[in-house]
């Protein structure tokens, strides 16, 4: 794990469609734009907030505490080899949210106390194969602890167009740049 500028993601940003679009409240998404072939899935617990889904997102219900598993599952059937991760407003909103239930986990310590500098931006953290249990820890723990649109984190795949929003309340938001990519990508749950 590494973080990278947020301007060396600009050109994969513009490359896959992707757009950074800022709410009333600062927060900053990624949105992929609808074009042709554009396939968005909205995974949501039936207890969660409303959450309104992209404009003709599939959407799937599921149990909160599944949703970490479902972009497991995605990682890993696309075999995505490297995948980037920017909070939506800050790392530290991140970082204090998860610090109870990733204490446990050595690699993302040894990522916490390098960080020190990072946590007061938005620069992406770059996450290799190696990585990933790390990745997926850190969704199952931000779905299971925040709860604050604030906590929430995007995730983008470099390579290929798939970008996926965790909403604390309760939701992952999900898009890819094709149909195949997309069942294949969610084949373990979305039918």
């Given at each position: 794990?590494e973080?990278v500028?947020?301007?060396?993601?600009?050109?994969?940003l513009e490359?896959?469609?992707?757009e950074?679009?800022?709410d009333d409240?600062?927060?900053?998404?990624l949105?992929?734009?609808?074009a042709?072939g554009?396939?968005?899935y909205?995974l949501t617990?039936?207890?969660?907030?409303?959450?309104?889904?992209?404009?003709g997102?599939?959407?799937v219900?599921?149990?909160?505490?599944?949703?970490?598993?479902a972009?497991d599952r995605v990682?890993?059937?696309?075999?995505l080899?490297q995948?980037?991760a920017?909070p939506?407003?800050?790392?530290?909103?991140v970082?204090d949210?998860v610090?109870?239930?990733?204490?446990?986990?050595?690699?993302w310590?040894?990522?916490d106390?390098?960080?020190?500098?990072?946590?007061n931006?938005?620069?992406?953290?770059l996450?290799?194969?190696a990585?990933?249990?790390?990745?997926?820890?850190l969704v199952?723990?931000?779905m299971?602890?925040?709860?604050h649109?604030?906590?929430?984190?995007?995730?983008?795949?470099?390579g290929?167009?798939v970008?996926?929003?965790l909403v604390?309340?309760?939701?992952?938001?999900?898009?890819?740049g094709?149909?195949v990519?997309?069942?294949e990508a969610t084949?373990a749950?979305a039918?």
């Amino acid at each position: 794990m590494e973080f990278v500028g947020n301007q060396e993601v600009q050109d994969l940003l513009e490359e896959f469609g992707v757009e950074e679009v800022q709410d009333d409240d600062q927060r900053i998404f990624l949105e992929m734009q609808d074009a042709d072939g554009v396939v968005h899935y909205h995974l949501t617990c039936p207890d969660a907030a409303a959450i309104d889904p992209f404009s003709g997102a599939k959407i799937v219900p599921m149990p909160k505490d599944k949703l970490g598993g479902a972009v497991d599952r995605v990682i890993h059937n696309l075999n995505l080899s490297q995948v980037l991760a920017m909070p939506v407003t800050k790392w530290r909103k991140v970082f204090d949210t998860v610090a109870f239930s990733m204490a446990g986990n050595e690699h993302w310590q040894e990522m916490d106390a390098a960080a020190t500098v990072e946590l007061n931006t938005r620069d992406p953290l770059l996450f290799e194969p190696a990585d990933f249990p790390t990745l997926v820890a850190l969704v199952t723990s931000l779905m299971k602890d925040a709860d604050h649109p604030d906590q929430g984190l995007m995730l983008m795949a470099a390579g290929t167009p798939v970008v996926i929003e965790l909403v604390p309340t309760g939701a992952i938001r999900m898009s890819f740049g094709t149909q195949v990519l997309a069942d294949e990508a969610t084949s373990a749950f979305a039918h």
